[in-house]
């Protein structure tokens, strides 16, 4: 193994931890703002709480496959986004669903609260044309079903929907018939709408998965099928680093100690994988169902952490940094506790 990888010693370091509590795939992962919980939804209409204890603390049960989910800023929330069966939202502490919605005819695939839950934005999907709205987070809990604002997108399928720094813009990725990978940013309007500023045709050559920002939102990286993650200038949308994986990237995330005085880990870590179909029984290896950890400088690759036998659909690192968790189709759940070597060493800085 290159000098430079994670070695077989310090992968025996590292304490994994497998959760086997959902029976479909689970499709995404969400830390909540202390880090103190975590929570996982999947196909199998549950949303998982975990302690950062590796303790299951409750579950909330959905109408229909849950693939995605939101947490309010002092977990009181959770809002899951029910595919066929629209959307809800849950009262964390007691795990009732407070407010159902109903979007006949359309998919909910993704769903964002912004900073302070002033609002909340779904993505949802309909025969030929997508929709991304934005709702008053307030009037949602109190029943009032009322978007303030609404783009569609024809011919486009819309893939995830976030917002920006101190929620001035709204990022949106897309894919055309061609599978090309857009990015849309849009700027908020005082009167609650939102208008097209700015936006990078074609930053993939196929479809994007996902996205994510660094925790001050300097960066945003965005994950597809065309085996490559890029980081990305969301004020520019300028293109500052392109990491390949050789294989289809479905999610990334930072490093949060990238501007920790004394740590600085300016890491991303990467993971996804071939379509399960796509990858037989003998040929498991060629599925490139590892996540991969990437220097965002030099975008050096500087380890691997395996255990998954499906695509990973989520990751995300704990506010503190120490800890790792990932979703997969195969149904399970990785919790990764980063070794010492990983903090100490300088090949990791």
């Not at 909910?108 to 949802?124: K, Q």
């Not at 009167?191 to 479809?207: F, V």
């Amino acid at each position: 193994m290159e000098e430079s990888k994670i070695s077989k010693a310090d992968l025996q370091d590292m304490k994994a931890f497998v959760l086997y509590t959902h029976s479909r795939p689970v499709k995404k992962v969400k830390f909540n703002r202390d880090g103190d919980m975590f929570f996982t939804c999947s196909d199998d209409k549950t949303i998982c709480a975990w302690s950062s204890e590796i303790k299951m603390v409750g579950a909330y049960q959905g109408p229909g496959a849950i693939k995605s989910l939101a947490v309010s800023y002092n977990t009181e929330y959770i809002v899951g986004a029910f595919t066929t069966e629209g959307f809800g939202i849950f009262d964390a502490p007691t795990g009732e669903m407070i407010q159902k919605f109903d979007l006949p005819g359309e998919r909910v695939m993704n769903l964002d609260l912004n900073l302070g839950d002033t609002e909340l934005v779904i993505v949802s999907l309909a025969t030929g044309k997508s929709f991304v709205r934005t709702f008053d987070f307030k009037r949602l809990l109190k029943g009032e079903f009322e978007h303030k604002e609404e783009l569609v997108f024809r011919g486009e399928t819309v893939s995830q929907a976030t917002y920006g720094d101190l929620n001035e813009h709204l990022f949106i990725t897309a894919h055309d018939a061609q599978r090309k990978g857009h990015l849309y940013k849009y700027k908020a309007l005082e009167t609650g709408k939102y208008e097209l500023e700015d936006s990078a045709t074609s930053l993939h050559g196929d479809e994007i998965f996902s996205f994510s920002f660094s925790k001050d939102y300097s960066l945003l990286a965005t994950c597809a099928k065309d085996g490559t993650a890029k980081v990305v200038n969301p004020y520019t949308l300028e293109v500052l680093q392109t990491l390949k994986k050789g294989s289809p990237v479905r999610t990334a995330f930072f490093s949060p100690l990238m501007h920790v005085e004394g740590v600085e880990k300016f890491h991303l870590i990467i993971g996804g994988g071939q379509d399960a179909k796509d990858v037989t029984t003998t040929a498991a290896k060629k599925g490139s169902f590892e996540s991969r950890l990437f220097n965002l400088i030099t975008g050096q690759e500087l380890g691997q952490v395996k255990g998954h036998f499906g695509p990973v659909h989520s990751i995300e690192f704990s506010p503190d940094g120490r800890t790792m968790v990932s979703t997969s189709e195969d149904g399970t759940v990785r919790v990764q506790r980063f070794c010492l070597e990983y903090f100490e060493s300088e090949r990791f800085a």
